[in-house]
C-alpha cells in the first residue's frame, strides 16, 4: 500500500488562510474557518501545506487518515471536502446552491455561490461519520 502524503502539520491554520491569494479567497477561507468551526466545535488543523481540516477517520482505501471535513482556499475557487461522502450529503447536496464536483470534494467559486445553511447541515452530516 502506498503512502499517504497529506497528513496532519504543525502549520499555523491562520497564517495559512491570511495569505490565501486572491483577496477575495482569502476572505471566503476565514468566513469558511469560522463556520467549520461553529459547527464542528473542533480546532482546525493544517493537512498538508494547503488543507484546513476538522477531526480524522480512517480510510479503509488507503488505511491512513483523512478529515472529517475540512476545505482549501484554492486560487481558482474553493475546494470543501467531506460533504458527498455519506447518503445524506448525497441528498442535501443538490440544495447547496451552485458548485461542481470532483472526486472526493464540491467546488466552490465564492461562498455568496451558496447557501450557508445547507452547508452548515452538511458540514454537521461529515464531522458526525464514525
Known sequence: MAEQKTRPTGADVREFLEAAAPARRREDGLRLAEIFGEVTGAEPVMWGPSIVGYGSFRLETTGGDWPKVGFSPRKAQLSI????????????????????????CVYVKTLEDIDEGVLRQLIRIGWGRR
Open 81 to 104: 471536502y467531506g460533504l458527498k461522502d455519506l447518503p445524506a450529503g448525497v441528498e442535501l447536496l443538490p440544495g447547496l446552491g451552485t458548485y461542481t464536483e470532483g472526486a472526493g
